[in-house]
């Protein structure tokens, strides 16, 4: 049996969509992202893909933030205009519906963002390939 780095190529490419959502290797589809809720492992069970690449830093709670609870906000609101219920109805019903429009998407999300850092092989760019870019690759100094 080949080694995971020698197997690198005969891999089937798959969207991030397929895999990230749902914690599944972003190379084989078969194995696991995350060791805990949102805890990345270090490589992959299956295929032995290494993670080290996976930094998702803080898009999953900015994207949490932007879209995913903004129904919930709207929900509370409209709660409020249309029944005005007391403050314990507000905390019965608003905590858990923030709760869960901002708590359960940030797995997905992470996992998602994750294969696609993968799949676009997606890096921080360091200061010389930034230059580089940025002036031509250096032609004309």
């Known amino acids: ?63 949490v933030q932007l879209f995913a609870c903004v129904p919930g ?14 403050l314990w109805v507000h905390l019965a019903v608003g905590v858990p519906v923030l709760i869960l429009t901002t708590v359960l998407p940030l797995r997905p999300i992470k996992g998602w963002l994750i294969a696609a850092q993968y799949v676009n092989k997606a890096q921080e760019a360091g200061t010389a390939q930034l230059w580089a870019k940025l002036h031509g690759n250096g032609a004309g100094d």
């Open 1 to 63: 049996m080949q080694p995971a780095a020698e197997m690198e190529g005969h891999w089937k490419r798959l969207s991030p969509m397929e895999t990230g959502p749902f914690g599944r290797c972003p190379r084989c589809g078969e194995g696991h992202i995350f060791r805990g809720f949102l805890t990345v492992r270090d490589h992959c069970e299956i295929c032995g893909l290494n993670y080290d690449f996976a930094d998702p830093a803080d898009g999953p709670a900015v994207f």
């Open 73 to 86: 906000v709207v929900f509370i609101i409209m709660l409020e205009i249309l029944a005005q219920p007391g």
